[in-house]
């Protein structure tokens, strides 16, 4: 994945914010839309592109555009930062490749003890009932 190249293929797109309305809030377009093209990105290989299509494939749209948005900050500015950090966030955690688990089994010792543990919880239940007379 080469960043250079993904940040140059980005598009933004400043729209106005939702919510409610203010003396700054309908006359500024601080929120910032993201748009990637996915398929056609140069900054990512043909495998990159297949896993990142399979992880985020509900994100994608079907021309195969991913779809971000920010308007937490009254910043345009900053809104672009952040929706930037969390694009490289999200192709990040797509890409990550997890390890493989190995099945393991609970050694004799620990399967002893586990025994041990429980008939000791029973014998001590046993004890606790009214004596037979």
Known sequence: MNKEIILKELQFK???SSGPG???ANKVSSKVELNFDLFNSKGLSDTEKKRIS??????LTKE???????DDARSQHKN???VIDRFF?????ALLVHKKRKPTKPSKSAIEKRLRSK???AVKKVNRRRPEI
């Open 54 to 59: 399979l992880k985020l494939g509900s994100k």
């Open 119 to 121: 008939k000791m919880s």
């Open 64 to 70: 195969g555009l991913l779809l971000l948005q920010c």
């Open 80 to 82: 672009k930062s952040l």
């Open 22 to 24: 203010g003396q700054h």
């Open 89 to 93: 966030d999200l192709l990040d955690k």
């Open 14 to 16: 400043a729209v106005r």
